[in-house]
Nanobody, 125 residues
Framework: QVELIESGGGLVQAGDSLRLSCKAS????????MGWFRQAPGKEREFVAS????????YYGTSVRDRFTISRDNAQRTVDLQMSRLQPEDTAIYYC??????????????????WGQGTQVTVSS
C-alpha cells in the first residue's frame, strides 16, 4: 500500500520561504516520477511541480515557476518542495503523489491514485 506523508507546512508572511517534504513508502520510490499539487479552499486541485524518476527533469506550474524548486532524495525516499517569495495566493493544502514508473515527470500522469493527508501552507499579507 502506498503511503505518503507530507510535512513542513505552516503560517508565514508574504515574501517568506518554506520547505515541504514528502516521504513515500509502499512503492519502489526511485523508479517513479513524483509530483506536488495544491488545493485552495473552493478551488480544484492544481499542479505545482513534478520531477522525473531520475531527478534530471523538473516541471512547474506557471504560477510557481521561478519561485519553487522540486528535488528528490531517492536514498531517503523523499521529495521536497522549496518555496520562496511566497504570496497569499499560495495558501493551500499541499499534497505529493507518485507519477508513473520511469516517468519523466511531464505530462504528469498517475499510476496510483494515492494522496497523503497534505500539509497546510498559509501565507499572510
Amino acid at each position: 500500500q502506498v503511503e505518503l506523508i507530507e510535512s513542513g507546512g505552516g503560517l508565514v508572511q508574504a515574501g517568506d520561504s518554506l520547505r515541504l517534504s514528502c516521504k513515500a513508502s509502499g512503492i519502489s520510490f526511485s523508479m517513479y516520477a513524483m509530483g506536488w499539487f495544491r488545493q485552495a479552499p473552493g478551488k480544484e486541485r492544481e499542479f505545482v511541480a513534478s520531477i522525473g524518476w531520475r531527478g534530471r527533469n523538473t516541471y512547474y506550474g506557471t504560477s510557481v515557476r521561478d519561485r519553487f524548486t522540486i528535488s528528490r532524495d531517492n536514498a531517503q525516499r523523499t521529495v521536497d518542495l522549496q518555496m520562496s517569495r511566497l504570496q497569499p495566493e499560495d495558501t493551500a493544502i499541499y499534497y505529493c503523489t507518485p507519477g508513473v514508473k520511469y516517468g519523466s515527470g511531464w505530462p504528469f500522469e498517475q499510476e496510483y491514485d494515492n494522496w497523503g493527508q497534505g500539509t497546510q501552507v498559509t501565507v499572510s499579507s
